[in-house]
């Protein structure tokens, strides 16, 4: 699998990786700049309030002051607070960066051959001069200059520069795979492109902003997080700012450096130091799953989404039908049909041609047999002939679409006319077989399946039985989404009577039978209407109105232009499954933000318990009962208080880049875990970690 | 502790949670302008009132037009208030002839009354005519709580209602709920404590002679009548100066126990209409378990901590409890538990005098009114005030199970969050920010009536009573100065209207939105968990914030009494 290569960097390594973490050191320090630190408020106010008590320190040193070395160490800590945060960030952007550096390999300066008038001749001219509307020739060898769609021509791709996946795909005019990608190369044939992106806003280019996180919008949610971390510290500013009068009308009086540490322990440092790493690793999780979200709103709206529109073909059923059974004309044996079929699929290594040679051997006790014993030459498989076989010898086997093999029999040609980008097949003269043939593929199609006609030297054989077969797992799958709270609803262009047979198989919620891209619309709007948000994934052209239409559109890395515009995401895998993946990794962005929110905030509960008593001690030492860890000394619960704060942004690291597993249990039993792990643990761990930090302080005599 | 005491409790509880779905009932019915049993009566009067107020009843407005119509009308409260306390001395009904009130004190009282603060500077029977007790005073009693109720449902709208841009007319609201709701019930409750032997007379104040011959003028005046909306408004301010604990205020144990029934009675029922306007009723007594939850601890800690008594006087040979500033009347169970439901409510009427209760049984009041009075709370203002803690608890937890929260079908999003925190800065805001203030003032620290602590806690309280809109004082300070008199009134406004509007403009933001319906996705909002879940949010958000604050006032003024130190 390409995405299992792709995700080799784990996230435990991304800590350890020098590569990584060098840069990212060097980075925490460049994003002190508060410009920078600006976007992010809670830690402004950090910084700002540490610069704040440097300054105050400094004076303190030269005019000669009490406790230098605890402030200073407070201070030290504070610092240390600020570069923890910045560095977590530049963690997360870290696996971004590398990715981006081996994408701006690919977009090296090329030619492109510019087509130009209507004569059409070819002009070399510098990739980077191309506007959005020209029009070039890419020949075997060439890299494609930028993104545009085939308007002429068939050719093979090495997709490999985005996809990560070596082997070439089909790019060809008209159908859904006219989309072509700037930086990939066409390894045979030939095509004309029309340039459909401008330079620096290919698809490649977009990847690298993308992944780099320069263009990185905060997403709805992190904004509405921002507010409530800016409102927390709001009201801790409050509390603390009040608290030296509370002092002195008690007659005691409390030094700036220990009201600052007080604010700092209390804001919600962990979740303010850690929300954009967060973001920027759920990203990167869609990438390094081969998904491109166009923005953090759509990974977000991933993790809400309640209806799942899923394309029966290639997500539900295995893309390949495969041969359940054998037709043969009247006068012809099933054996017979069958040696023909295998001989046909022989080297056929699609798995509808396997399936044929294992129907073969199984019902009909056919074995394999060797092509260069039978000194067969294959005959593949192509969009003009729609059919492949062999031939040895005199011997000729077809087999293929029932209406490429009707038309080769009649005529031993194609009969083919190219009207606009459309090629239609001309309807044959039928004979008596040929009707026989279109007869009993007329009733596999209603059935369900798909209808594969062989011939042997120009004679019609039968048709074989190509059954959708529903995939395996995929049933559990879907009991999954429904215990998320999703709905499936299955998209099919099948009569309702087979639609409703593969529904019932699969498992889906719901289905939508002899679907136009008018009803796809249509269902769309409905369940919108009723508050609902809906994914979808398409790759036609006909599927873009849909694919813009839903809250999550994802568009195959296969499909046409129209349809990666449209969608708010592209798989580089075109695998439709991974729309439910890609939930997941919604939710579990959402999950990793709430999970730690709740912990940082849970965490205050233990921070006042070391702090509040050893602030005024001086003055009530009744408080002392309050001191429930028995911290050693007002010194030192203050410095462990203040240690923990910025050590746990540290231990954190890993479960922002990581994300909290998400598990389909239904939200109330997940709200169960989340709440015991992340909130009553936020309130116990910080009890016992300060007085594991008190102990150290105290043995270390740093206090 | 005794048995007794706990089962009075109790009593209390079902009889409060046995009024919440008929009253709920009936609330939901005439805020959805159905029709009711009073209808053939108050049909009639409705109409005639919008006609001469020229208001369209079927023009519902935007959050924005309801809230400006919601101040205007304060501002036409204030200037009644204001005015008539400047110039009772030349109106009518004023047989102790009382002066003109000072400007300051005038001020406060406005303020005070149509915040629903009910903030007592000034002495009932020793100040205010009778003029200014009906037409100022009650008038603002009824017309303050119904404000606050027409708020929350206007609030509730917002969750029920569905892409839409308006939440309901101010001026229908606020004249449905004063005739439909207050009036009715009051005019019942009146005639109940008239017969309990509560004055109710516009006569002059009675002169006797007591036994040992000594003159003594007795105050009278119209007292059921304002005594009944000021328990059921939760206004709390009294016709005389002890408030509750005034025979003629509080005559029988009868009187008190209603008395507390009816601070609770329609803060508790608005859960139910919350529930019945957004379809499911199990909502709205999953927030009155909240409130439950969080009111039962409270009376628990105080109960125990009155019971109890201190060592002091357990060394004095003084035992049975703490029974300081208590009428022996009520005893410890009736005092302490009207001093958490007063507190807890918003209504600030007091029976006893929480400066006497031991540290700890006088910080729980304290508590209740620093966590924003959301336990049941003030009428309206309970409401609205603990769904702010619900979005927030329901947006910090809510992201955990991986979708955008969502409370009622609502997605809670930036702007919710906005407003929910606007709403609750302004608290800590302007009581730690004052109470800082004023213990440094030296002239405000002259207030005070004892030192340490003690006085620390009396301004704290202070500050934190007006800022919620209690009215509740702590007794021993001084209020009437004018430092107080500003800064308190300044309190009450902030505290009121500071947080009103951005609850309005939630409101506005939660019924444009679109209503969407639950799955198993969806965080459930009605079990324990979710109950468990707001009670922490509120506790560690509302509740640590003044940690330092306590830690201050009450917490070492108990350790210290602990080791025989008093103040």
């Given at each position: 699998m390409?995405?299992?290569?792709?995700?080799?960097?784990?996230?435990?390594?991304?800590?350890?990786?020098?590569?990584?973490?060098?840069?990212?050191i060097?980075?925490?320090f460049?994003?002190?700049?508060?410009?920078?630190?600006i976007?992010?408020?809670?830690?402004?106010?950090?910084?700002?309030?540490?610069?704040?008590?440097?300054?105050?320190?400094l004076?303190?040193?030269?005019t000669?002051g009490?406790?230098?070395?605890?402030?200073?160490q407070?201070?030290l800590?504070l610092?240390f607070t600020?570069?923890?945060?910045?560095?977590?960030?530049?963690?997360?952007e870290?696996?971004?960066?590398?990715?981006a550096?081996?994408?701006?390999?690919?977009?090296?300066?090329?030619?492109?051959?510019l087509?130009e008038?209507?004569?059409?001749t070819?002009r070399?001219?510098?990739?980077?001069s191309?506007?959005?509307g020209?029009?070039?020739?890419?020949e075997?060898?060439?890299?494609?200059?930028?993104?545009?769609e085939?308007i002429?021509?068939?050719?093979?791709?090495?997709?490999?520069?985005?996809?990560?996946?070596?082997?070439?795909v089909?790019r060809?005019?008209?159908?859904?795979r006219s989309?072509?990608?700037?930086?990939?190369?066409v390894?045979?044939?030939?095509?004309?492109?029309?340039?459909?992106?401008?330079?620096?806003?290919?698809?490649?280019?977009?990847m690298?902003?993308?992944?780099?996180?320069a263009?990185?919008?905060k997403?709805?949610?992190?904004?509405?997080?921002?507010?409530?971390?800016?409102?927390?510290?709001?009201?801790?500013?409050?509390?603390?700012v009040?608290?030296?009068?509370y002092?002195?009308?008690?007659?005691?009086?409390?030094?700036?450096?220990?009201?600052?540490?007080?604010?700092?322990?209390?804001?919600?440092?962990?979740?303010?130091?850690?929300?954009?790493?967060?973001?920027?690793?759920?990203?990167?999780?869609?990438?390094?799953?081969?998904v491109?979200?166009?923005s953090g709103?759509?990974?977000e709206?991933?993790?809400?989404v309640?209806?799942?529109?899923?394309d029966?073909t290639?997500?539900?059923t295995?893309?390949?039908?495969?041969?359940t059974?054998?037709?043969?004309?009247?006068?012809?044996t099933?054996?017979?049909?069958?040696?023909?079929?295998?001989?046909?699929?022989?080297?056929?290594?699609?798995?509808?041609?396997?399936?044929?040679?294992?129907?073969?051997?199984e019902?009909?006790?056919?074995?394999?047999?060797?092509?260069?014993?039978?000194?067969a030459?294959?005959?593949?498989?192509?969009?003009?002939?729609?059919?492949?076989?062999i031939?040895?010898g005199?011997?000729?086997?077809?087999?293929?679409a029932?209406d490429?093999?009707?038309?080769?029999?009649?005529?031993?040609?194609?009969?083919?006319v190219?009207?606009?980008?459309?090629?239609?097949?001309?309807?044959?003269?039928l004979s008596?077989?040929?009707?026989?043939?279109?007869?009993?593929?007329?009733e596999?199609?209603?059935?369900?399946?798909?209808?594969?006609?062989?011939?042997?030297?120009?004679?019609?054989?039968?048709?074989?039985?190509?059954?959708?077969?529903?995939k395996g797992?995929?049933?559990?799958?879907?009991?999954?989404?429904?215990?998320?709270?999703i709905?499936?609803?299955?998209?099919t262009?099948?009569?309702?009577?087979?639609a409703?047979?593969?529904?019932?198989?699969?498992?889906?919620?719901?289905?939508?039978?002899?679907?136009?891209?008018?009803?796809?619309?249509?269902?769309?709007?409905?369940?919108?209407?009723?508050?609902k948000?809906v994914?979808?994934?398409g790759?036609?052209?006909n599927?873009?109105?849909?694919?813009?239409q839903?809250?999550?559109?994802?568009?195959?890395?296969t499909?046409t232009?129209?349809?990666?515009?449209?969608?708010n995401?592209?798989?580089?895998?075109?695998?439709?499954?991974?729309?439910?993946?890609?939930?997941?990794i919604?939710k579990?962005?959402?999950?990793?933000r709430?999970?730690?929110?709740?912990?940082?905030i849970?965490?205050?509960?233990?921070k006042?318990?070391?702090?509040?008593?050893?602030?005024?001690?001086?003055?009530?030492p009744?408080?002392?009962?309050?001191?429930?860890?028995?911290?050693?000394s007002?010194?030192?619960?203050?410095?462990?208080?203040i240690?923990?704060?910025?050590?746990i942004?540290?231990?954190?690291?890993?479960?922002?880049?990581?994300?909290?597993?998400?598990?389909?249990?239904g939200?109330g039993?997940?709200?169960?875990?989340?709440?015991?792990?992340?909130?009553?643990g936020?309130?116990?761990?910080?009890?016992?970690g300060i007085?594991?930090?008190d102990?150290a302080?105290?043995?270390?005599?740093?206090? | 502790?005794?048995?007794?005491?706990?089962?009075?409790?109790?009593?209390?509880?079902?009889i409060?949670?046995?009024?919440?779905?008929?009253?709920g009932?009936?609330?939901?019915?005439?805020?959805?302008?159905?029709?009711?049993?009073?209808?053939?009566?108050?049909?009639?009067?409705?109409?005639?009132l919008?006609?001469?107020g020229g208001?369209?009843?079927?023009?519902?407005?935007?959050?924005?037009?309801?809230?400006?119509?919601m101040?205007?009308?304060?501002?036409?409260?204030?200037?009644?208030?204001?005015?008539l306390?400047?110039?009772?001395?030349?109106?009518?009904f004023?047989?102790?002839?009382q002066g003109?009130?000072?400007p300051?004190?005038?001020?406060?009282?406005a303020?005070s009354?149509?915040?629903?603060?009910?903030?007592q500077?000034?002495?009932?029977?020793?100040?205010?005519?009778y003029?200014?007790?009906?037409?100022?005073?009650?008038?603002?009693?009824?017309?303050?709580?119904?404000?606050?109720?027409?708020l929350?449902?206007?609030?509730i709208r917002?969750?029920?209602r569905s892409?839409?841009?308006?939440?309901?007319?101010?001026?229908?609201?606020v004249?449905?709920?004063?005739?439909?709701?207050?009036?009715?019930?009051?005019i019942?409750?009146?005639?109940?404590?008239?017969?309990?032997?509560?004055p109710?007379?516009?006569?002059a104040?009675?002169?006797?002679?007591?036994l040992?011959?000594?003159k003594?003028?007795i105050?009278?005046?119209?007292v059921?009548?304002?005594?009944?909306?000021?328990?059921?408004g939760?206004?709390g301010?009294g016709f005389?100066?002890?408030?509750?604990?005034?025979?003629?205020?509080?005559?029988?144990?009868?009187?008190?126990?209603?008395?507390?029934?009816?601070?609770f009675?329609?803060?508790?029922?608005?859960?139910?209409?919350?529930?019945?306007?957004?379809?499911?009723?199990?909502?709205?007594?999953?927030?009155?378990?909240?409130?439950g939850?969080l009111?039962?601890?409270?009376?628990?800690?105080?109960?125990?901590?009155?019971?109890?008594g201190t060592s002091?006087?357990a060394?004095?040979?003084?035992?049975?409890?703490?029974?300081?500033?208590?009428e022996?009347?009520?005893g410890?169970?009736?005092?302490?538990?009207?001093?958490?439901?007063?507190?807890?409510?918003?209504?600030?009427?007091v029976?006893?005098?929480?400066?006497?209760?031991?540290?700890?049984?006088?910080?729980?009041?304290?508590i209740?009114?620093?966590?924003?009075?959301?336990?049941?709370?003030?009428?309206?203002a309970?409401?609205y005030?603990?769904?702010?803690?619900?979005?927030?608890?329901i947006?910090?937890?809510?992201?955990?199970?991986?979708?955008?929260?969502?409370?009622?079908?609502?997605?809670?999003?930036?702007?919710?969050?906005k407003?929910?925190?606007?709403?609750?800065?302004?608290l800590?805001?302007?009581?730690?920010?004052w109470?800082?203030?004023?213990?440094?003032?030296?002239?405000?620290?002259?207030?005070?009536a004892?030192?340490?602590?003690?006085g620390?806690?009396?301004?704290?309280?202070a500050?934190?009573?007006?800022?919620?809109?209690n009215?509740?004082a702590?007794?021993?300070?001084?209020?009437n100065?004018f430092?107080?008199?500003?800064?308190?009134a300044?309190?009450m406004?902030v505290g009121?209207?500071?947080?009103?509007?951005?609850v309005?403009?939630?409101a506005g933001?939660?019924?444009a939105?679109?209503?969407?319906?639950?799955?198993?996705?969806?965080l459930?909002?009605?079990?324990?968990?979710f109950?468990?879940?707001?009670?922490?949010v509120?506790?560690?958000i509302?509740?640590?914030?003044?940690?330092p604050?306590?830690?201050?006032?009450?917490?070492?003024?108990?350790?210290?009494m602990?080791?025989?130190?008093l103040?």
């Amino acid at each position: 699998m390409e995405t299992m290569k792709l995700q080799k960097k784990t996230t435990a390594s991304a800590m350890l990786d020098p590569k990584i973490v060098v840069p990212a050191i060097r980075a925490a320090f460049v994003k002190l700049d508060p410009r920078l630190m600006i976007k992010n408020p809670v830690m402004f106010v950090v910084e700002v309030v540490a610069a704040l008590t440097t300054v105050i320190f400094l004076r303190n040193l030269v005019t000669g002051g009490e406790n230098l070395a605890f402030t200073f160490q407070i201070i030290l800590w504070l610092w240390f607070t600020v570069l923890f945060a910045n560095f977590a960030e530049a963690v997360a952007e870290g696996r971004g960066k590398a990715q981006a550096e081996s994408l701006k390999k690919t977009r090296t300066e090329s030619k492109a051959k510019l087509l130009e008038g209507s004569d059409r001749t070819c002009r070399l001219v510098s990739g980077t001069s191309l506007k959005v509307g020209d029009i070039v020739l890419v020949e075997a060898g060439d890299n494609i200059p930028s993104d545009g769609e085939v308007i002429e021509g068939v050719a093979s791709v090495n997709e490999a520069a985005i996809t990560g996946e070596s082997a070439p795909v089909i790019r060809e005019s008209g159908g859904d795979r006219s989309a072509v990608t700037g930086g990939t190369q066409v390894l045979s044939d030939w095509i004309r492109v029309r340039i459909t992106a401008a330079q620096g806003s290919t698809f490649i280019d977009r990847m690298i902003k993308l992944v780099e996180g320069a263009e990185r919008q905060k997403t709805p949610n992190e904004i509405a997080l921002n507010i409530l971390l800016a409102g927390l510290t709001i009201i801790f500013v409050f509390a603390t700012v009040t608290i030296p009068s509370y002092a002195a009308y008690a007659g005691g009086s409390i030094s700036v450096v220990v009201l600052v540490a007080l604010f700092v322990t209390l804001i919600p440092t962990t979740i303010g130091a850690l929300l954009s790493a967060i973001g920027i690793a759920g990203m990167d999780r869609l990438v390094r799953f081969n998904v491109l979200a166009m923005s953090g709103r759509a990974v977000e709206a991933a993790g809400d989404v309640d209806t799942l529109l899923l394309d029966k073909t290639g997500t539900i059923t295995l893309g390949n039908r495969q041969a359940t059974a054998l037709r043969p004309v009247r006068g012809v044996t099933e054996q017979e049909l069958a040696d023909a079929a295998q001989l046909a699929s022989l080297a056929d290594e699609t798995p509808e041609g396997r399936s044929i040679v294992v129907l073969a051997k199984e019902k009909y006790g056919i074995r394999g047999r060797d092509m260069k014993e039978l000194n067969a030459t294959f005959i593949p498989f192509t969009a003009q002939t729609r059919m492949s076989g062999i031939d040895a010898g005199s011997l000729s086997v077809r087999k293929g679409a029932v209406d490429a093999i009707l038309s080769y029999v009649s005529g031993g040609v194609s009969q083919t006319v190219a009207s606009g980008n459309t090629v239609r097949a001309l309807q044959p003269v039928l004979s008596e077989l040929g009707r026989e043939v279109r007869t009993i593929s007329d009733e596999i199609s209603k059935a369900g399946g798909t209808p594969l006609a062989v011939a042997r030297d120009g004679k019609l054989l039968g048709v074989v039985h190509l059954k959708d077969i529903v995939k395996g797992g995929i049933r559990e799958r879907f009991a999954e989404l429904r215990r998320m709270g999703i709905r499936t609803i299955m998209i099919t262009g099948d009569n309702p009577m087979t639609a409703a047979a593969i529904a019932a198989e699969a498992g889906v919620d719901d289905f939508l039978a002899q679907a136009t891209p008018e009803d796809k619309l249509k269902l769309i709007r409905d369940e919108q209407a009723k508050g609902k948000l809906v994914a979808m994934c398409g790759d036609g052209t006909n599927d873009a109105p849909a694919l813009a239409q839903a809250d999550v559109g994802v568009a195959m890395n296969t499909g046409t232009q129209a349809a990666r515009e449209a969608g708010n995401m592209v798989d580089l895998d075109s695998n439709p499954t991974k729309l439910i993946e890609v939930v997941e990794i919604g939710k579990q962005l959402l999950m990793t933000r709430g999970a730690l929110t709740t912990f940082s905030i849970a965490n205050d509960v233990a921070k006042y318990f070391a702090i509040i008593p050893a602030m005024f001690l001086a003055f009530y030492p009744q408080l002392e009962v309050l001191n429930v860890m028995h911290l050693a000394s007002p010194q030192s619960a203050i410095l462990s208080a203040i240690i923990f704060n910025a050590l746990i942004i540290i231990a954190l690291i890993p479960l922002a880049l990581k994300g909290v597993a998400y598990r389909a249990v239904g939200a109330g039993a997940l709200l169960r875990r989340n709440l015991l792990v992340y909130g009553l643990g936020g309130i116990i761990v910080p009890f016992i970690g300060i007085k594991a930090i008190d102990i150290a302080v105290a043995a270390l005599g740093l206090a | 502790m005794t048995l007794i005491g706990w089962i009075q409790i109790l009593l209390y509880c079902a009889i409060v949670v046995a009024l919440v779905k008929p009253l709920g009932w009936y609330m939901t019915c005439v805020f959805n302008g159905e029709r009711t049993f009073m209808s053939p009566i108050l049909r009639p009067v409705e109409t005639v009132l919008y006609r001469i107020g020229g208001v369209d009843e079927k023009r519902e407005q935007h959050w924005l037009t309801y809230t400006v119509a919601m101040l205007l009308f304060h501002v036409g409260g204030f200037l009644i208030i204001y005015g008539l306390m400047r110039l009772q001395a030349l109106l009518p009904f004023n047989p102790a002839e009382q002066g003109a009130v000072a400007p300051d004190l005038s001020f406060n009282t406005a303020i005070s009354f149509i915040t629903n603060t009910n903030w007592q500077n000034y002495g009932g029977e020793s100040t205010l005519s009778y003029l200014t007790q009906m037409a100022g005073l009650t008038h603002q009693n009824f017309l303050s709580a119904a404000t606050g109720i027409a708020l929350a449902v206007a609030l509730i709208r917002g969750f029920s209602r569905s892409s839409m841009r308006t939440i309901g007319n101010f001026w229908v609201d606020v004249t449905r709920c004063t005739l439909y709701v207050l009036l009715p019930i009051c005019i019942v409750y009146t005639l109940f404590l008239v017969w309990q032997g509560m004055p109710q007379t516009l006569g002059a104040y009675v002169e006797a002679t007591t036994l040992e011959g000594a003159k003594q003028t007795i105050a009278v005046g119209p007292v059921a009548s304002q005594v009944a909306i000021k328990m059921l408004g939760t206004n709390g301010g009294g016709f005389f100066n002890a408030n509750a604990a005034h025979p003629f205020e509080n005559p029988t144990a009868l009187s008190n126990f209603v008395q507390m029934i009816s601070i609770f009675a329609i803060g508790a029922a608005l859960t139910n209409v919350f529930g019945r306007m957004v379809g499911n009723e199990r909502q709205g007594w999953a927030i009155l378990a909240v409130m439950g939850v969080l009111f039962l601890s409270g009376v628990a800690v105080t109960y125990w901590a009155e019971a109890n008594g201190t060592s002091t006087l357990a060394s004095l040979g003084l035992t049975g409890g703490n029974m300081e500033g208590k009428e022996v009347r009520f005893g410890i169970v009736a005092s302490s538990l009207f001093a958490v439901i007063t507190t807890a409510a918003s209504c600030g009427a007091v029976n006893a005098m929480h400066d006497s209760f031991t540290a700890i049984g006088g910080m729980i009041p304290l508590i209740n009114m620093q966590l924003g009075e959301i336990i049941v709370g003030g009428v309206g203002a309970g409401l609205y005030g603990m769904l702010l803690f619900v979005v927030l608890a329901i947006f910090v937890a809510g992201l955990m199970v991986g979708r955008t929260p969502e409370y009622v079908g609502k997605k809670i999003e930036a702007r919710e969050v906005k407003m929910a925190m606007l709403a609750i800065l302004v608290l800590p805001l302007m009581y730690l920010g004052w109470t800082a203030v004023a213990v440094v003032l030296p002239s405000a620290v002259a207030s005070m009536a004892n030192a340490g602590p003690h006085g620390f806690t009396e301004v704290l309280y202070a500050f934190t009573s007006a800022t919620g809109n209690n009215g509740s004082a702590f007794a021993g300070l001084t209020g009437n100065t004018f430092f107080y008199n500003l800064t308190l009134a300044s309190s009450m406004f902030v505290g009121r209207f500071f947080m009103i509007v951005p609850v309005m403009a939630m409101a506005g933001s939660l019924a444009a939105k679109k209503s969407i319906p639950p799955s198993a996705g969806t965080l459930p909002t009605t079990g324990s968990l979710f109950v468990g879940l707001v009670v922490g949010v509120i506790l560690i958000i509302g509740g640590l914030t003044f940690f330092p604050a306590l830690a201050l006032g009450p917490i070492v003024e108990h350790l210290a009494m602990n080791a025989n130190a008093l103040f």
